[in-house]
């Protein structure tokens, strides 16, 4: 890619991630880590970037045509983040700034909770509900045969196989 710097005409090489500069390399992992949360300049400011520079340096870092090396690394770390979440990250980040404040001012079970619905939002925890059946096709062989014994007992002294007791409803409400 060319570009006009003062009269010259520049060619401009996309770098690999190994090659950015320590703020370069920050303001991307910031922008990542507050996406959503904080804007552009505020990023570019705790990145190292001085303060009366900082919107115009986090525009041109945010720009594919004149830092593609640093959008692409940004898209890289967002990338990585979504496959850890499974899905919208500022959702999930939103989660993330709860649980820091509540940490930060000593509530911890304020955290948990949000930790624990940050979870069930990505599907990390399910209700398991475990049912007793007494058809056949889900037992054991000793259970069946356990069962069948059961069964026989009851026909030959004349039991009712299956229990069941009629309730009457009777409706309260006022016509």
């Known amino acids: 890619m060319t570009y006009l710097l003062k009269g010259r005409t520049k060619q401009r090489e996309l770098k690999s991630f190994s090659d950015l500069t320590p703020k370069e390399k920050k303001f991307a992992e910031l922008y990542v880590e507050n996406w959503g949360q904080m804007k552009k300049q505020e990023i570019a400011v705790l990145a190292g970037y001085p303060e009366k520079s900082a919107s115009n340096r986090a ?88 069962r069948l014994g059961e069964l026989e007992k009851k026909i030959s002294t004349n039991q009712p196989i299956i229990e069941a007791t009629i309730v009457e409803e009777t409706s309260t409400r006022d016509s």
């Open 59 to 146: 525009s041109r870092l945010t720009n594919a045509d004149r830092a593609p090396h640093v959008v692409k690394y940004i898209e890289f770390l967002y990338n990585k983040e979504k496959k850890k979440y499974k899905d919208d990250l500022i959702h999930y980040k939103n989660y993330d700034r709860l649980i820091k404040g509540a940490e930060n001012k000593g509530q911890f079970a304020a955290a948990i909770n949000a930790e624990y619905h940050k979870g069930q939002a990505a599907g990390f925890y399910e209700k398991n509900i475990n049912l007793k059946t007494t058809n056949l096709e889900g037992m054991s062989r000793d259970e069946l045969e356990k």
